[in-house]
T-cell receptor, first 111, second 113 residues
Framework: DAGVTQSPTHLIKTRGQQVTLRCSPK?????VSWYQQALGQGPQFIFQ???????QRGNFPDRFSGHQFPNYSSELNVNALLLGDSALYLC??????????FGPGTRLTVL | GQQLNQSPQSMFIQEGEDVSMNCTSS?????WLWYKQDPGEGPVLLIA?????ELTSNGRLTAQFGITRKDSFLNISASIPSDVGIYFC?????????????FGKGTKLTVNP
């Protein structure tokens, strides 16, 4: 049973560029949440997708957007990258009342 | 963004010692969770607590949901080298499920053999 998978593992971008990160949820899960984890910090909630709609959103600017596909996989897009966007981006999936399971993350470095 | 107050920030202990860490919040949560994160990995759920006052064990790990619903603690007994990692507390407003998680800053645990 495959767990949550994320791609790519690492990514290097320059300021002003745009990036797309991908997440495939654990088999049977229908909800995907995205978190940003800066170095030395706990994960911060970005947003959550359910039934292809954004259901909850944290305190992140509109430069952060997402999408969920009919197969429940999800993308996180960040436009106009800033140095401060450098972080580990974590995807978590869940179903109904189940706990959230996390993927290994994508390490984004903005130069 | 919102974060929980987690302490201590780091701990250096000898193998076999017991460990205790805690988490407090100014807000009430209806679910408390404890995660462990190894380098290059995502957080892995250790224990979930759903009722105020609840005490739950998972092997050598024991966690409690504070009676005020604003705090929780995690104890690790008889530590071993593989306990090394960063431990995070997280709170949820909902009782379990897909509600967003609010995390602490983590406790980095080092175990000397």
């Amino acid at each position: 049973d495959a767990g949550v998978t994320q791609s790519p593992t690492h990514l290097i971008k320059t300021r002003g560029q745009q990036v797309t990160l991908r997440c495939s949820p654990k088999s049977g899960h229908d909800t995907v949440s995205w978190y940003q984890q800066a170095l030395g910090q706990g994960p911060q909630f970005i947003f959550q997708y359910y039934e292809e709609e954004e259901r909850q959103r944290g305190n992140f600017p509109d430069r952060f957007s997402g999408h969920q596909f009919p197969n429940y996989s999800s993308e996180l897009n960040v436009n106009a990258l800033l140095l401060g966007d450098s972080a580990l981006y974590l995807c978590a999936s869940s179903l109904g009342w189940s706990e959230q399971f996390f993927g290994p993350g994508t390490r984004l470095t903005v130069l | 963004g919102q974060q929980l107050n987690q302490s201590p920030q780091s701990m250096f202990i000898q193998e076999g010692e017991d460990v205790s860490m805690n988490c407090t919040s100014s807000s009430i949560f209806n679910t408390w969770l404890w995660y462990k994160q190894d380098p290059g990995e995502g957080p892995v759920l250790l224990i979930a607590l759903y009722k105020a006052g609840e005490l739950t064990s998972n092997g050598r790990l024991t966690a409690q949901f504070g009676i005020t619903r604003k705090d929780s603690f995690l104890n690790i007994s008889a530590s071993i080298p593989s306990d090394v990692g960063i431990y995070f507390c997280a709170g949820q407003l909902a009782v379990g499920g897909s509600e967003k998680l609010v995390f602490g800053k983590g406790t980095k645990l080092t175990v000397n053999p």
